[in-house]
């Protein structure tokens, strides 16, 4: 059974995880829930810290002898784990293929272990996990965003159907289908839009995630000038997040703002050095590099 389920005590703080609102998932009084809600209440907030990476707080809260006699606090370590010492990720990627062959019907397991898995690049290992799940959403999520970075929208489109079928109008299923409406395109760049709208624009409800969503949509769009200022919003709210950092580069970039994208670029790059926007730079100015290496100028007098 899905802990997260739309009724019962977790709802507020569950909505607010996917509202991305993780500083108030922190702020969040679990004391009043019931003994069988302390767990998936706490593994919300252990993933709000790793979402802001405030890893050392995880790592810090959760001791590695706990971690061994507890599946999902084992799993929630080494999803911080992962994000903190990219440098480890295959020690740290083996390490969560041995939980999940141990306790992969576990759904805090699916999730944090499917997510290393899938940010390692493992995604079909992440998909067979999280398909294990039973009725939840939020493995769901995950299977869509697995699925978009395969570049596979027709199956992801599909899992938000078949989800639809037993959720309705959860939260979750509207942005999974947002998601994939922005890889789709054409009409279903709107679509997405009034989602990302809906909750970016809500006091209640706004976060930088949601800020950025609706800035990427609204240059979709070509309403570049409301892009601009949902992107302003977001890196007001958070002034490092590397996701609204990336896409005011980009927007900068099409609006001709060098001097933008560079700052925007070094903060990104002080933030989180690994972000893909900044290795796939990396990459493409290393490849135009050895290209022009084979060239040697010629000057006309």
């Given amino acids: 059974m899905d802990p997260y389920s739309s009724e019962g005590e977790l709802v507020n703080i569950h909505t607010a995880f996917h509202q991305s609102q993780f500083q108030a998932v922190l702020d969040f009084d679990t004391s009043s829930f019931s003994s069988s809600n302390a ?12 979402a802001l990476r405030q890893y050392d707080a995880v790592l810090s809260s959760v001791s590695s002898s706990e971690a061994s006699s507890n599946p999902d606090l084992a799993a929630v370590r080494l999803l ?16 969560a293929e041995t939980l999940a062959e141990k306790s992969g ?9 499917g997510s290393v898995l899938a940010s390692a690049g493992e995604h079909d290992k992440a998909l067979a996990l999280l398909k294990r799940h039973q009725g939840s959403l939020d493995a769901v999520a995950l299977i869509v965003q697995v699925y978009l970075s395969m570049n596979r929208a027709d199956l992801a489109a599909k899992e938000c159907r078949t989800a639809r079928g037993f ?28 989602v990302f709208e809906e909750l970016a624009q809500a006091p209640s409800t706004q976060a930088a995630p949601s800020l950025t969503a609706q800035g990427v949509s609204e240059i979709h769009l070509g309403r570049l000038p409301e892009a601009e200022v949902a992107l302003q919003q ?28 560079d700052a925007a670029v070094g903060k990104l790059q002080a933030a989180d050095p690994s972000h893909p926007f900044i290795t796939e730079i990396s ?18 007098p």
């Fill in 39 to 50: 767990l998936p209440a706490r593994l919300l907030q252990l993933r709000s810290h790793c």
């Fill in 80 to 95: 911080a784990q992962y994000g903190k010492t990219p440098a480890n990720a295959s020690k740290i990627v083996a390490e």
């Fill in 105 to 113: 019907d576990n759904l805090g397991v699916q999730i944090c272990v």
């Fill in 167 to 194: 959720a309705q109008d959860a939260l979750l299923v509207n942005l999974g289908e947002a998601w994939v409406g922005m890889r789709e395109g054409g009409e279903k760049y709107q679509q997405a839009y009034y």
């Fill in 283 to 300: 990459k493409r100015k290393s490849a135009f590099d050895a290209a022009a290496s084979k060239y040697t100028p010629k000057f006309e």
């Fill in 234 to 261: 977001a890196v007001g709210l958070a002034a490092n997040d590397p996701d609204a950092l990336a896409n005011q580069a980009v927007l900068n970039t099409i609006l001709g703002k060098q001097e933008e994208v």
